[in-house]
């Protein structure tokens, strides 16, 4: 059974400038969420994919974006970067049923300049 | 809206010793998950425990046990017999049992663990 992965691991940015983040699915999992989590916080729900629609968002701008593909990967893009997006980036995948346990990747950590 | 409150910023224990860490979550649902995660310097965010709010016996997981207080929506780990493996952040998350399956999460607790 693959875990799920997210790559690149590290990536740095400049205000201003665009970034994609992938993220596969553990094998089999049909649901994607993805998380924001700055320096010394808990991470933050920002939206959740399934079958390749959007089926919840937290309070995040429309300047981060989603797509999940036919075979349940995904890709978190962030426009018009800004230093506050600065944080690693954790996606996790799930089964659509109980108990929705969500298991996570290693993250992306972005930082912005 | 839900919300997760992790009081202890830092928790140190010695190896083999026992340490809690607490919870408390504030929601108007009546069934919902609540979750403990170990989040080690791998980042990698592993689920510890899992307790089902419907289900009154405390969840048990080897060294590690919960105190769950739904009057008081309070939920508190317990981690026995504390390993050097077991340092990490440990964040309690919340979840609806409705809706979509996202989690609401603490800020989290930092244990430290001395030989």
């Known amino acids: 059974e693959t875990g799920v992965t997210q790559s690149p691991t590290h990536l740095i940015k400049t205000r201003g400038q665009q970034v994609t983040l992938r993220c596969s699915s553990q094998?089999?999992?049909?649901?994607v969420s993805w998380y924001q989590q700055a320096l010394g916080q808990g991470p933050q729900f920002i939206f959740q994919y399934y079958r390749e629609e959007e089926n919840g968002r937290g309070n995040f701008p429309p300047r981060f974006s989603g797509l999940q593909f036919p075979n349940y990967s995904s890709e978190l893009n962030v426009n018009a970067l800004e230093l506050d997006d600065s944080a690693l980036y954790l996606c996790?995948?799930?089964?659509?049923?109980?108990?929705?346990?969500?298991?996570f990747g290693p993250g992306t950590r972005l930082t912005v300049t | 809206a839900q919300t997760v409150t992790q009081s202890q910023p830092e928790m140190s224990v010695q190896e083999a010793e026992t340490v809690t860490l607490s919870c408390t979550y504030d929601t108007s649902e009546s069934d919902y998950y609540l979750f403990w995660y170990k989040q080690p310097p791998s980042r990698q965010m592993i689920l510890v425990i899992r307790?089902?709010?419907?289900?009154?016996q405390n969840a048990t997981e080897n060294r590690f046990s919960v105190n769950f207080q739904k009057a008081a929506k309070s939920f508190s780990l317990k981690i026995s017999d504390s390993q050097l493996g077991d340092a990490a952040m440990y964040f309690c998350a919340y979840r609806p049992d409705s809706g979509y399956s996202t989690l609401t999460f603490g800020k989290g607790t930092m244990l430290l663990v001395s030989p």
């Open positions: 307790q089902e709010a419907y289900k009154q």
């Open positions: 094998s089999g999992h049909n649901t």
């Open positions: 996790a995948s799930s089964l659509r049923q109980l108990p929705y346990e969500q298991y």
